[in-house]
């Protein structure tokens, strides 16, 4: 059994997204759409789909030797994995399960969380209580989401949003001040309508119906979430920031959930943040879900722009509703 920490840090980032891009005008051979919309509406420009051959576990599997790699820690010494995601390979086994074995993390324990879009918050917290306790020493955190496999090709609506990718993170603890600083993690089950997944699960067990009334997709009412996404989340950075007596000066980067520009830019202004402080990789991947602030995150640190000593927050927003920040010493 390890040591008690005080807190933990991200010792290594990688990321996988799919070869294959799929752009708005893509979109609009199809569907009654323009890049123009897609573009002044969400701030997105393309987004990566799988193939029919890729799974979660696929995008998750190359994310994890990549965060290992450039962590220097060898699979053997992971105690435990937790894949946040909204799309697993499979119902069971766990996506976490499959990748234990893809990456031969012989001495681990695995299973996944979901929380939509918000899980890879959630995902990291849970890893840092393992951590604290003194019964994990070395966690593997990872956000993976095929979304595009539950996108419905003729809604307009949602179809357009969503992308493929992972985004996984070695977390380790130490002492502060480097770490997790604070973390705020809330839900409100009464707005569950708003986002979700209708068909698969007990409720609706797949059937032909459930397949022909097309309960396998997405179903979405984008203004509700969209204005409660923007007050949760800038509510939710504020949070954390206050409780330590800090403010959006303070604050080195934040790494927003990327659902959609306009989202993203009203929580920068309710957090007090100019948006050059703001990371943005929507435009490149859309909708990754709980893949999305791991994808940010790994982004930064190969572009140079997230660095040793940072103060970053970090915010999501998602189905549930779900919601959450971090705040961290780099
Ligand atoms: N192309 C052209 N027109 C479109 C498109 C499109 N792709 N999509 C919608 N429209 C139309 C609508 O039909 C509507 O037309 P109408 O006025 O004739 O009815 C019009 O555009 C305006 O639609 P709204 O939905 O009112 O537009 P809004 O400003 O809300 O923007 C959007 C829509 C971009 C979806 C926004 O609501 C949003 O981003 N919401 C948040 C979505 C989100 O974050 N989801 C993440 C959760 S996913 C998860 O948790 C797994």
């Known amino acids: ?47 990566r789909y799988i193939d029919e051959n890729t799974a979660t ?9 990549k965060a290992l790699a450039s962590a220097g820690v060898d699979p053997g010494e992971i105690d435990i994995i937790i894949i946040a995601t909204a799309t697993p ?63 419905d090709m003729t809604d307009r609506n949602t179809c357009v949003l969503f992308g493929d990718g992972a985004g996984a993170v070695v977390v380790k603890g130490c002492d502060p001040p480097r770490g997790i600083i604070d973390h705020y993690l809330r839900c409100d089950g009464s707005l569950s309508e708003y986002i979700k997944l209708p068909g698969g699960g007990s409720r609706r067990p797949p059937s032909h119906e459930t397949v022909n009334e097309r309960l396998h997709y997405i179903k979405m009412q984008g203004r509700k979430v969209y204005v409660n996404a923007v007050k949760e989340m800038g509510d939710a950075v504020v949070t954390v920031l206050e409780r ?24 920068a202004e309710r957090a007090g943040l ?43 927003f998602g189905s549930g509703f779900t919601w959450g920040s971090a705040l961290m010493r780099w």
């Open 244 to 267: 330590q007596g800090l403010t959006g000066d303070d604050l080195d980067l934040l790494f927003p959930h990327q659902a959609n520009i306009r989202i993203i830019q009203a929580v």
């Open 57 to 65: 576990s696929d995008l998750a599997t190359e994310a994890a030797r």
């Open 1 to 47: 059994m390890a040591d008690s920490k005080k807190t933990a840090y991200i010792a290594g980032l990688g990321m996988a997204v799919p070869p294959k891009v799929v752009t708005n005008d893509d979109f609009s051979k199809f569907l009654d759409t323009t890049d123009e919309w897609i573009t002044q509406m969400t701030g997105i420009k393309e987004r």
């Open 89 to 151: 390979d499979t119902l069971f086994p766990t996506t976490a399960c499959l990748v234990q074995h893809a990456i031969g993390a012989k001495n681990a324990f695995a299973y996944d969380v979901a929380a939509a879009c918000s899980g890879f918050i959630f995902a990291l917290v849970q890893a840092l209580q393992f951590i604290v306790a003194g019964t994990v020493e070395t966690a593997l955190v990872i956000g993976a989401e095929t979304l595009t496999t539950v996108a």
């Open 274 to 316: 100019p948006m050059e402080k703001v990371y943005v990789n929507i435009q490149k991947y859309g909708n990754t879900s709980a893949a999305s602030i791991p994808l940010a995150l790994a982004e930064a640190a190969e572009e140079g722009r997230l660095k040793e000593g940072m103060l970053i927050a970090m915010v999501a």
